[in-house]
């Protein structure tokens, strides 16, 4: 029978080496999701208005986001969803080339138009940007993993608290 604490060193160092890459991702990526919201880079600001209660039509906020040539909408199947926001007064059209065109929600008049990069980074850090199989079959067994060097990380950080004292123990009985 292998030594467990061997064996546990064994599988901590090769799970550190075979998530690395994946773990990297979604580190990186998940820390760009965080700020989001403080990285114009990464999603625009939102915009507000005064307006609370829309009156614009769909074809009038289709009209509108079709106006801005760098979300290159011409028809609906250019728009990947509308998201709105009748608190703020406006409506974000998100096209599926991640170009996104705030219109509010009263006038029908375009506010803001950016590229959005949160909807890739997200891709990125769930894996599906790579494959749709990459998702379950790198990403998800990678979590797994780095859950089980997390609980053999902790076993090898008590490791020595534990010998301490069994050390003491001995000591006293003796």
Known sequence: MPNFRIWNRKLHRWGAVATAL???VVLGTGLLLQLKKQLTWVQP?????ANRVPSVSMLQIFEAAKSVPQAEIRTWDDIDRLDVRP???IVKVAAVNHWEVQVDLATGKVLQSAYRRSDL???MHDGSWFHEAAKLWVFLPSAVVVLGLWVTGLYLFLLPFRARAKKRERHAES
Do not use: H
């Not at 600001?45 to 208005?49: F, H, N």
């Open 45 to 49: 600001a939102e915009q507000r208005t």
């Open 121 to 123: 980074i997200e891709q």
């Open 22 to 24: 994946p773990f990297l």
């Open 87 to 89: 608190g703020k007064g």
